[in-house]
């Protein structure tokens, strides 16, 4: 490939020191433990009883322990007598087709044989409902067969928008239990009215008209375990995620930085983040009716190095980025990525961006693409991914700065070293 000159030469990169923070780890001893001590006396209160059976919904997120949560969901299930199967709460995800739904069901350790129950991938949706006169509410046709249906998901921020419910039980009963047709609507017409103001009248429609009685909100630390495990009942659910998303916030991990030059993503992916890359670590957000996240982070210059391979070639959130390797261009299905964007309505997060040969490369071009500053001077970070922030890699303009952050080790990392492949040596 031949690049202009500046590109072409070898570039000396400033030197680099490893930072790791320890916020306060409160996570919980025994998380699934917790959730059957909770959930069981849940389940008599919802009037789940003996000899019927209970739809479980489960997205594509990658939440700690959740394989461990949903067999302790089906056990305790099963010990009231009742039958439980799972439904794959995902709305596009895995093509928005059976077998790729159970195939990233499969990549998150649920199975029938994991989770002693069978999986019923089926996308048929019943219309249940209608809000502002034109957006139809939709809800998982084989989860309406069963007697009762409840729904597990970690509460966080959101991606796109702001609000007292954000990703949680609410977006997983309108996008995942609404199976695909029910993600098409939500995101097609929150253009007109506004996510959070579509999302919770759907929501409530959906637990006033459907067997929904129960909703399991998981909240994580910074260190990505499990602090907090909540079981809902339908009444309770509006107010409770909302205390749950205030907890979630104040232990998100984000960057201790306002401004940098250069933010280099060691990978993205839907596992890591809906947005593939999370905006409220990257401040980058472009679609229409999106919140501004600016005042998370400024980068100039956002690089992305590869896909995890918990994404199967899913790269929805690589157009949030300037720069990406080749690497993620040829590893990605984009089909999945298309339909993924289609489906949000976030046609920008699979634009594709600059892409260079290697990670070597990508990463010079970030530094000399920001105007005539001294590499000793540009404030650069290179994280593995949006989900681990609590350790990274900062550039010497970042060492005044990062030597103040309270709970943080520094330790001198070195110049930057990549291998005859030009991969980064982190």
């Known amino acids: 490939m031949r690049y202009p000159e500046y590109l072409a030469q070898k570039?000396?990169?400033?030197?680099?020191?490893q930072v790791d923070l320890?916020?306060?780890?409160?996570?919980?001893?025994?998380?699934?433990?917790?959730?059957?001590?909770?959930?069981?006396?849940?389940?008599?209160?919802?009037?789940?009883?003996?000899?019927?059976?209970?739809?479980?919904?489960?997205?594509?997120?990658?939440?700690?322990?959740?394989?461990?949560?949903?067999a302790g969901i089906c056990r305790c299930i099963k010990q009231k007598g009742a039958a439980p199967f799972i439904i794959p709460a995902m709305g596009s995800h895995g093509?928005?087709?059976?077998?790729?739904?159970?195939?990233?069901?499969?990549?998150?350790?649920?199975?029938?044989?994991?989770?002693?129950?069978?999986?019923?991938?089926?996308?048929?949706?019943?219309?249940?409902?209608?809000?502002?006169?034109?957006?139809?509410?939709?809800?998982?046709?084989?989860?309406?067969?069963?007697?009762?249906?409840?729904c597990i998901n970690r509460i966080k921020p959101h991606t796109k928008f702001k609000g007292p419910m954000e990703s949680g039980l609410y977006k997983?009963?309108?996008?995942?239990?609404?199976?695909?047709?029910?993600?098409?609507?939500?995101?097609?017409?929150?253009?007109?009215?506004?996510?959070?103001?579509?999302?919770?009248?759907?929501?409530?429609?959906?637990?006033?008209?459907?067997?929904?009685?129960?909703?399991?909100?998981?909240?994580?630390?910074?260190?990505?375990?499990?602090m907090a495990v909540a079981v809902l009942s339908a009444r309770d659910m509006a107010g409770g995620e909302a205390r749950l998303l205030e907890q979630a916030k104040n232990n998100f991990p984000g960057l201790p930085f306002d401004k940098?030059?250069?933010?280099?993503?060691?990978?993205?992916?839907?596992?890591?983040?809906?947005?593939?890359?999370?905006?409220?670590?990257?401040?980058?957000?472009?679609?229409?009716?999106?919140?501004?996240?600016?005042?998370?982070?400024?980068?100039?210059?956002?690089v992305v190095l590869n896909l995890s391979a918990q994404t199967a070639g899913n790269a929805i959130g690589l157009g949030n980025a300037d720069i990406i390797t080749e690497k993620v261009f040829q590893s990605m299905d984009y089909e999945a990525t298309l339909m993924n964007a289609l489906t949000s309505m976030s046609l920008r997060k699979a634009f594709i961006p600059v892409r260079l040969p290697t990670e070597e490369k990508a990463v010079q071009a970030a530094f000399q693409t920001i105007g005539p500053l001294d590499p000793s001077r540009v404030r650069a970070v290179i994280i593995k991914d949006t989900m681990h922030t609590?350790?990274?890699?900062?550039?010497?303009?970042?060492?005044?700065?990062?030597k103040k952050i309270p709970h943080a080790r520094v330790h001198y990392f070195g110049e930057l070293e990549f291998t005859n492949l030009g991969d980064l040596k982190y």
């Open 11 to 17: 570039f000396c990169f400033p030197p680099f020191y």
């Open 22 to 70: 320890n916020p306060p780890d409160n996570a919980l001893s025994d998380p699934v433990g917790e959730l059957e001590a909770r959930l069981c006396p849940a389940l008599d209160r919802a009037g789940i009883r003996a000899g019927q059976t209970v739809a479980v919904g489960v997205g594509s997120r990658g939440i700690a322990h959740i394989d461990g949560f949903v």
């Open 95 to 150: 093509s928005a087709t059976p077998d790729g739904q159970v195939k990233v069901l499969e990549k998150l350790n649920i199975t029938p044989d994991t989770c002693n129950a069978p999986i019923y991938p089926e996308m048929d949706a019943v219309k249940v409902g209608q809000v502002f006169g034109d957006v139809p509410v939709f809800f998982s046709s084989r989860a309406l067969q069963a007697d009762h249906a409840l």
């Open 172 to 226: 997983m009963m309108v996008v995942g239990m609404g199976k695909h047709e029910g993600a098409l609507a939500y995101h097609h017409m929150a253009l007109k009215y506004g996510f959070y103001n579509l999302l919770k009248p759907m929501g409530d429609t959906i637990l006033e008209k459907t067997n929904l009685r129960l909703g399991i909100g998981v909240v994580e630390n910074a260190h990505d375990r499990t």
């Open 260 to 302: 940098i030059d250069v933010l280099v993503i060691g990978q993205i992916g839907k596992e890591i983040s809906g947005s593939g890359m999370d905006p409220n670590v990257t401040g980058r957000t472009y679609d229409l009716m999106e919140d501004d996240f600016s005042q998370s982070l400024e980068a100039k210059r956002v």
């Open 390 to 402: 609590t350790r990274f890699l900062a550039s010497h303009a970042l060492a005044g700065e990062i």
